[in-house]
């Protein structure tokens, strides 16, 4: 095998998956990308006996609970994340009182994509 085989075969891997993430094609994972994002912003107040999780109702460490939602109901619209609560909150397109993470700053640009195109997908537990 010549060099440039070994060396080329992963980099055109890479290629690939860069231009994935652009178009959006390949399925966000709930359990690798959403997840922890919602574990490192979230789960501090939305753990139970949390005070976002008093609040609201709204538990946020896992997808069973996500999917139930606040005391009011639902926080993700699957295949609608312009009509989810969820993303409304972190993307800043809430009221002000109730933007998240409460008090703290806001999601970094790529993580509200992420948290969106995944609502967009259908929001599997995948
Ligand atoms: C510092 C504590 C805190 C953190 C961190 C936090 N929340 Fe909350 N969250 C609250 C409280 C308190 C409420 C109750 C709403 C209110 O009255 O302000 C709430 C309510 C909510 C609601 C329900 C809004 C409604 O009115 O239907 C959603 C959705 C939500 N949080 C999502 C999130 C997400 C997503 C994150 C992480 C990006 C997050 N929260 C981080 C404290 C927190």
Same mark, same amino acid.
């Given at each position: 095998? !010549?060099?440039?085989?070994?060396?080329?075969?992963?980099?055109?891997?890479?290629?690939?998956?860069? +231009?994935?993430?652009?178009?959006?094609?390949?399925?966000?994972?709930?359990?690798?990308?959403?997840?922890? %994002?919602?574990?490192?912003? +979230?789960?501090? +107040?939305?753990?139970?006996?949390?005070?976002?999780?008093?609040?609201?109702? #709204?538990?946020?460490?896992?997808?069973?609970?996500?999917? !139930?939602?606040?005391? #009011?109901?639902?926080?993700?619209?699957?295949?609608?994340? %312009?009509?989810?609560?969820?993303?409304?909150?972190?993307?800043?397109?809430?009221?002000?009182?109730?933007?998240?993470?409460?008090?703290?700053?806001? #999601?970094?640009?790529? !993580?509200?994509?992420?948290?969106?195109?995944?609502?967009?997908?259908?929001? !599997?537990?995948?």
């Amino acid at each position: 095998m !010549k060099w440039n085989m070994i060396i080329g075969l992963p980099l055109a891997a890479l290629a690939m998956t860069a +231009c994935d993430r652009g178009t959006g094609d390949v399925d966000i994972s709930f359990s690798r990308e959403v997840k922890p %994002i919602l574990e490192a912003h +979230c789960a501090d +107040c939305h753990a139970p006996g949390g005070e976002g999780a008093a609040t609201s109702g #709204l538990v946020l460490t896992d997808y069973e609970a996500l999917m !139930k939602g606040t005391r #009011l109901g639902p926080v993700v619209e699957p295949g609608n994340a %312009i009509s989810s609560t969820l993303y409304l909150v972190v993307a800043g397109k809430a009221d002000r009182s109730i933007r998240m993470p409460h008090g703290e700053s806001q #999601l970094s640009e790529q !993580k509200i994509t992420t948290i969106a195109q995944w609502i967009d997908q259908g929001a !599997k537990d995948n």
